[in-house]
Each structure stands twice: as structure tokens, then as C-alpha cells.
């Protein structure tokens, strides 16, 4: 069984993510509503894949992939961003995201995303 974090901090859009997500099959989904949590869940879970928002409470931007390399190397990236640009695109990538898609997000690119990223 697959195991995904969504990590965002608007409990209304995080609420539309586990909802796309529940049609990934094989798949169970594990929620924080910002990074601090997004990070203990890291720590005590094995994470497949961790869709996160670029801005959260307590740790944002692109720290969790970077934190990670060391804590949950295994872990597959998907960032998530308001502010869509192409320099918060290539940084997540450099880091190794595995994609950065803009908000709002389109569900159904998510669900393929984390297919392909599975």
C-alpha cells in the first residue's frame, strides 16, 4: 500500500486534494495542516509521495524537500504554489521535486501526477 501526505495549511483545499487523491488506488492518505506536522509525519511514516504547498505555517517554502533528503530520502515530491512562477518552479525541481503544479490546483493533474510520481 502506497502511502501520500498532503500538506496544506487551507483546510478547504487540503479537504479537495484528499478527495482527488481517494482514486488513486492502493493509496492511503495522511494529512497536516502545516509543516511542522508535515515533518513529524516524515519522521514516523514512510512517505511514498508528499504533496506539499510552497507557503505553510511554521515551515514553508522549499526547506521540507531539502529536510527530507536526509530524513525520508525515499519520498517523491509534488509542490504546490500560488505564486506561480518560474523561478519557484526550477528551485523545487533543483531540489528534486518531482513537479510544481499552480493553484488552484487542477484535480485531475494531481491525481495523474501522483500516479506518474507512484
Known amino acids: ?66 529536510w527530507s533528503k536526509d530524513t525520508s530520502p525515499q519520498t517523491v515530491w509534488v509542490m504546490l504554489s500560488s505564486a506561480d512562477s518560474f523561478k519557484n518552479s526550477v528551485a523545487a525541481i533543483r531540489l528534486g521535486a518531482f513537479d510544481f503544479l499552480a493553484k488552484p490546483v487542477d484535480l485531475f493533474k494531481l491525481e495523474a501526477t501522483t500516479h506518474s510520481a507512484l
Open 1 to 66: 500500500m502506497w502511502t501520500i501526505l498532503v500538506a496544506e495549511d487551507d483546510a478547504l483545499q487540503r479537504k479537495a486534494i484528499v478527495g482527488a487523491l481517494a482514486n488513486v488506488a492502493n493509496a492511503k492518505v495522511v494529512e497536516a495542516d502545516n509543516g511542522r506536522a508535515a515533518q513529524e509525519i516524515l519522521q514516523n511514516q514512510d512517505i511514498d509521495v508528499a504533496i506539499a504547498d510552497l507557503m505553510m505555517p511554521h515551515v514553508s517554502g522549499l526547506d521540507p524537500i531539502a
